[in-house]
């Protein structure tokens, strides 16, 4: 097992040197000067555009500017913000904490719900309430996630007033409801999957050798189905979770939470490069160790995995 | 004596893409305790069927069952579904085809027995897990203690067979379905499961109904046999008598088709056209459009069981005579 | 009608058979919906009552009326006919999407499943790290490089589901390269070429479609995530995510100006969904589901008797 998890950590680290040289590459597609959109508008000499040059190493080839930022960020320092004149580090240190909260807020609550109703579904299938659920699911699937947290802000917090409209801070109050819209997607996916794989696994055959001992049905419903229809459900949990933190960059600025997606989106917009890289370089490491963990999760509950 | 198990004009309807389907229409068949009894037919006659219905495997949205199966003087069809969990494996038990898949990939085998025993006794963990061990040393698993700790996929064929009987025997049941369960071994293995099937038979009083569509297998294990034609038992008896001698001319051919014995350059026996869709609820003998001795009478409505003696059934208006030529 | 389905079983089995129909009344239900969308936003420039830029700022964030079926905006802008245009846009942007990611995608796919070895290994070394993205997270940074615009967004996107289909079509490859009638063409001499893009592919078709009509409606999803982020479609073009962002400052006092677009997502998204499951089913005859005796003999043998009587 040891092994297996060291492999899996070697290959992580090489896609994240692959990555991080796409990321520094895709952000530069289209040149740009950055000193000059900084001191746009305002009378700077020629000798202060230089110095400025020379501070973010911007006179420097594009191959050691991104060994400078590279070298600095496994140390934790992401260079410096061209808008913010902060270290980038102190930037997403300020917000990290806030758009993690919000993603595994979301990736529980939306487990909690999801799971039980996908095996109801399995369970009931072609029944009314089947039928129901599934038209739901539809429609969340359908919805962006900026619509619900729309709607979710309009109707709970804006018209009924049962959440505050104030959505900054750490709070649990002020992140239920961005929680519950960011988690309506994954739940309607999950909730799919995991009725499909209960399906097919309630069809197989060992199931139906379960059966025929005289297991009590519940039994071979929750602990012998759901166990085996753990698989694919997981997989495609780990996508929703990817696509989960994007989502939080959304729900984010819906609801004006001050987290990471507001600071990737403003740096996109204002060129703000050293922010770009480093706040996606970082996501992408989170998703990597969702996969990881995935993984491992894997190896542990499927014994044909482990001893591969 | 009187009959471990009673099927009486037993009815399966199943519905399917193409319409109603009479899978089974009017099935009779008895097994006696300690008795094993073979149902042989060709593929798609229902025996497998039969053999669900027994154990209500069925998907109740989808079938639909008439008729009456009575064990030990016990109405099976009128159970409630709580009460049909308890009896099986304790009672009755399945053993199925396909051994790979019919075990659960993600738990261990001694775990899946134990499992099995604890949910029909109640007992502790610790007790199960000696019982599971007692079952694989009984079906011929050693080392019992070390094998109990592994994976389905880590055995062969054979063995995951053996573990298949051993948790359908955990409880003690009086009854034992065995579907085809040889069919996807090799022979070698197949003679020593069929051995180890007859040497729990007799040592537990069990009786086994055993479906194949190998004859060799009937003629090596069971001491009765049905044959099994289109949804129909087409005849019932002793099978060294069977063998000797079938009366109704299905069996009559099926045997004689069964290669090996005849003289080299003879022709292979078959029988022609195919059987017989099911779509409809038989108004005549189903084997007539292929039976060389049918005429109006057979055509116009089903044979009835005319008894041959000593309990010989066959669903025939002209049962063959034992030494009759093909 | 259920002798469509219940009909007799052809005694000749073509290659793939297809049980049931294709037109369920949820599916025909949603093409229907589909080609009106299709068709509206086609004709855009003819069906839309206003030019969706003209502004009228005399009437700002009207409701809906006879004059503006569903309102005006803050620049007194017809909603209804930016909706329409806006549904050109999402529409044409989202086969876009498709269409480069197919173009790049498939063929991939094809020559990674059938060649294996370092070819293999070098195109799904390259999916994955394209996949240890979030999705939409690659996207915003292909924008950031590229510039922020329609078109900008249309290839990120474009380059962001390529690995998806690379890899479903590889699966897929991978299944029927080891079929004989592969074996076949291949002792027959045929080139690689012909033998990928003239027998494999064709088997492969259906199953990919199905997957194009599920990532023609991600595509619209994910368009309109960008452009609500203005990393897509700017302003002042109309443009379904666009708009919702536009509406979001007004939302107490015309919720509709966001609402409506939204609607209008979903709306177009649930009926691709609902098509693709159609055509899923359709393709794949396990998942169609059955109806119960009493419903079957009801109408079945209600036929019978009007056969029989009449």
């Known amino acids: 097992m040891g092994k297996f998890i060291l492999k899996r950590i070697e290959q992580m680290v090489l896609v994240l040197v692959v990555v991080s040289v796409l990321i520094f590459a895709m952000v530069r597609i289209t040149p740009s000067d950055p000193v000059a959109s900084m001191t746009k508008g305002r009378n700077v000499s020629e000798e202060t555009k230089n110095e400025l040059r020379i501070h973010y190493h911007l006179d420097k080839n594009p191959v050691e500017q991104y060994l400078i930022w590279i070298t600095g960020a496994v140390q934790g320092d992401f260079g410096e913000s061209y808008r913010y004149k902060q270290g980038v580090s102190d930037l997403i240190g300020q917000r990290i904490g806030v758009t993690l909260k919000l993603v595994v807020m979301s990736g529980i609550l939306s487990l909690l719900i999801a799971l039980p109703a996908g095996i109801l579904s399995a369970i009931k299938m072609n029944t009314w309430l089947d039928k129901l659920l599934s038209v739901l699911t539809l429609i969340f699937v359908a919805s962006p996630v900026f619509l619900t947290a729309l709607v979710l802000m309009l109707v709970f917090a804006l018209r009924l007033g049962w959440f505050p409209s104030i959505f900054q801070g750490n709070g649990i109050k002020q992140m239920i409801l961005p929680a519950i819209a960011l988690a309506m997607n994954m739940v309607a996916l999950t909730s799919r999957i995991t009725r499909a794989g209960m399906i097919e696994q309630l069809n197989s055959d060992y199931i139906r050798t379960a059966t025929s001992n005289g297991l009590p049905r519940r039994r071979v419903v929750l602990v012998y189905a759901f166990k085996n229809a753990l698989i694919p459900v997981i997989t495609v949990t780990s996508v929703q979770l990817g696509t989960m933190l994007v989502g939080a960059v959304l729900v984010e600025s819906i609801f004006a939470m001050g987290g990471l997606g507001d600071l990737l989106i403003t740096g996109i917009k204002t060129a703000d490069y050293p922010v770009v890289q480093s706040v996606t370089l970082l996501l992408v490491f989170v998703f990597l160790c969702i996969n990881l963990l995935v993984d491992v999760f894997y190896a542990v509950i499927d014994p044909r995995i482990r001893m591969r | 004596m009187d009959n471990l198990l009673e099927i009486s004009n037993l009815t399966v309807e199943l519905m399917s893409t193409q319409g109603i389907v009479y899978a089974l229409s009017g099935v009779d068949l008895s097994v006696r305790p300690g008795e094993i009894h073979g149902i042989v037919g060709e593929s798609g006659c229902g025996k497998s069927m039969t053999a669900k219905s027994v154990m209500r495997l069925h998907n109740p949205r989808r079938t639909r069952m008439g008729g009456s199966i009575r064990f030990e003087g016990q109405e099976l069809l009128s159970l409630s579904d709580r009460a049909m969990e308890k009896l099986r494996g304790t009672e009755i038990s399945m053993i199925f085809q396909d051994p790979m898949t019919s075990l659960n990939p993600l738990m261990t085998i001694g775990a899946q027995i134990a499992d099995m025993y604890r949910c029909h006794t109640g007992a502790g963990k610790g007790e199960a897990m000696d019982k599971a061990k007692e079952m694989l040393t009984k079906v011929g698993i050693e080392p019992a203690a070390r094998r109990c700790r592994q994976y389905p996929f880590e055995l062969s064929g054979g063995m995951q067979q053996r573990v298949m009987i051993a948790m359908a025997i955990a409880c003690t049941p009086k009854l034992l379905i065995a579907d085809e369960p040889t069919t996807a071994l090799d022979v070698t293995i197949q003679a020593q499961i069929l051995e180890l099937l007859q040497k729990l038979s007799d040592d537990m009083g069990m009786s086994i109904l055993l479906i194949t569509h190998n004859f060799g297998v009937v003629a090596e294990t069971c001491r009765r046999v049905s044959v099994m034609y289109a949804g129909k038992v087409v005849e019932t008896g002793e099978t060294s008598a069977l063998l000797r001698g079938a009366r109704h001319p299905y069996s009559r051919s099926l045997i004689n088709s069964i290669p090996g014995g005849g003289e080299r350059g003879t022709r292979l026996e078959t029988i022609p056209g195919f059987p017989p869709a099911m779509f409809r609820p038989p108004e005549a003998c189903l084997f007539a459009p292929r039976c060389p001795y049918a005429d109006d009478r057979c055509r116009a409505a089903y044979p009835p069981s005319a008894d041959c003696g000593n309990g010989h059934l066959a669903a025939c208006f002209y049962p063959l005579r034992e030494e009759a030529a093909v | ?310």
């Open chain 3, 1 to 310: 009608m259920f002798s469509a389905i219940f009909g007799h079983a052809p005694l000749y089995r073509s290659r793939k058979r297809k049980t049931g129909r294709l037109f369920t009344p949820a599916v025909a239900v949603s093409f229907a919906v589909l080609l009106i969308l299709i068709f509206t936003c086609f004709f855009a420039s003819v069906l839309a009552p206003y030019n969706p830029n003209a502004q009228d700022l005399y009437n700002r964030l009207a409701t809906p009326s006879a004059r503006h079926l569903f309102g005006t905006d803050q620049n007194g802008r017809d909603l209804f006919s930016r909706i329409l245009y806006g549904g050109r846009t999402a529409l044409t942007s989202a086969l876009g999407v498709v269409a480069i990611s197919m173009i790049i995608g498939v063929p991939l796919g094809l020559i990674s499943g059938y060649k294996g070895g370092r070819a293999d290994t070098f195109i799904m070394r390259c999916c994955d790290v394209l996949l240890s993205f979030p999705s939409l997270l690659l996207a915003f940074v292909l924008v950031a490089g590229l510039g922020r615009n329609t078109f900008n967004a249309v290839l990120a996107l474009g380059i962001v589901y390529v690995p998806m289909l690379t890899r479903l079509t590889r699966s897929l490859t991978l299944v029927e390269k080891n079929k004989v009638y592969v074996s076949a063409c291949i002792s027959l001499g045929y080139s690689e070429r012909r033998i990928i893009f003239r027998h494999i592919l064709p088997n492969c078709i259906s199953t990919i479609l199905v997957q194009i009509t599920l990532d023609i409606a991600y595509a619209i999803l994910d368009l309109a995530s960008l452009s609500f982020l203005g990393l897509g479609t700017q302003p002042p073009q109309a443009d379904w995510g666009a708009m919702l962002d536009e509406g979001r400052a007004f939302l107490l006092i015309n919720p509709l100006l966001s609402l409506i677009p939204g609607f209008v997502i979903v709306v177009t998204v649930v009926a691709l969904n609902i098509f693709s499951d159609g055509l899923h089913q359709y393709l794949d005859p396990a998942q169609t589901a059955l109806p119960g005796f009493r419903k079957y003999e009801r109408k079945y043998l209600k036929k019978k008797e009007v056969e029989t009587d009449g």
